[in-house]
């Protein structure tokens, strides 16, 4: 029985793993459940999986949370220390780290510290402290499963196969709601049209991410990270079905791709069981009338791959001031402060006005993350 601590459980992701949980009550436990501040669904969570941990964002949210469960049974933490204790408990076996956003970094690095195998959702650990993470796992020797559909796929292609075989990774990227849109209707581009995706069913922060196509900028630096690739030997691919997880190409011409319907249980569910794989039943692609459509993706009217890609060469405290410049455009873009074309400029010009230096250690990389944030806040006022 391996027990689980899902990170995020209210979430998209979350939401799927507890799915997986449910469905295979033999094989794991939730033993802790962390959520930010939806109370109501944590306790419905509560209810049938019986957690022995849970954490909340606040001391006001345990308050609420109390309301609503019987007391006594299970411990409920917040805050920081909380979502700390929840990643690193004596008794937990895998982490499912599924926060969103700059939030998921320090109870993933204190996951790994710990020992704990990690399915990785929260790209972002990884864009913010990817040599550090990594060195991390190797020192500790923690498996680092992905949870991100796209690196499954490269996951499962590489399996067996000799690194110095492998001449590229391809990611594919479903394009995102606008990838049709003439650029001229993009300052017209409303919340509620980003958040509508066309293949996958996500938070509203990734949502966005797709819509620009930052998400795939993320994932880049991600696998850069996660597979030891350089970003030369990276590329995106749009493909608009999404049936195609992503591609591995070899030193001989070979390419394998791992294919599927888009639904995040498979990946979800990889990372939870590996090297064992789940009964699922889930539908097969419907190969009868499969009409594959591939593209390159358009930098032009997606700046913020460009900028990405731009960061991940440039390596250092980079992609964290990317990150964080992103995530500040993107909640201001939510809230109708600024138009959906200003958010690639908002990090561009965020970048621009960073100086770049090493990302040693946890320290230096929450100040680069605290003053590209802080300079995003001012270009957005
Ligand atoms: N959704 C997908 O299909 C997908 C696919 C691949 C990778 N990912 C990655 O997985 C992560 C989660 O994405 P998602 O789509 O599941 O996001 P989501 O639906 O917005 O859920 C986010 C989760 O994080 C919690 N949370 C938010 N802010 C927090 C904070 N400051 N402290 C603690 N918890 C906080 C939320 O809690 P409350 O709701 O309780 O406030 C919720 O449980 C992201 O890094 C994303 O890039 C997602």
Redesign the pocket.
Known sequence: MKKIAVL???????RNVVEILKAFPDRYRAFAL?????VD??ARQMAFLHPEVVVV?TEAHVRELQKLVPAGGCEILWGDEG?AAAATHPEVDTVVS????A??LLPTVAAVRAGKTLAL????SLVMAGDLLMSLAKEKGVDILP???EHSAIFQCLAGQRKRDVSSLLLTASGGPFRNLDKAAFARIRPEDALAHPT?S?????SIDSATLMNKGLEVIEAMHLFAMPVEKISVVVHPQSVVHSMVAFCDGAVMAQMGIPD?KGAIALALSWPERLPLKMDLPDFSNLNLRMEAPDLERFPCLGLAFEAAREGGIFPTALNAANEVAVEAFLQGRISFSRIAALISETLMRTENHGAEDLDCILGADARARSLAESLVA
Request: charged share 15%; hydrophobic share 40%; proline share 0%.
């Open positions: 995020g459980s209210t979430g998209s992701i979350g962390a959520a930010g501040g939806n669904l944590l964002r979502y599924a926060i969103v956003g939030a998921g959702a929260n790209k972002e949870v991100d559909s996958w996500m938070g509203r922060k990734i995040m």
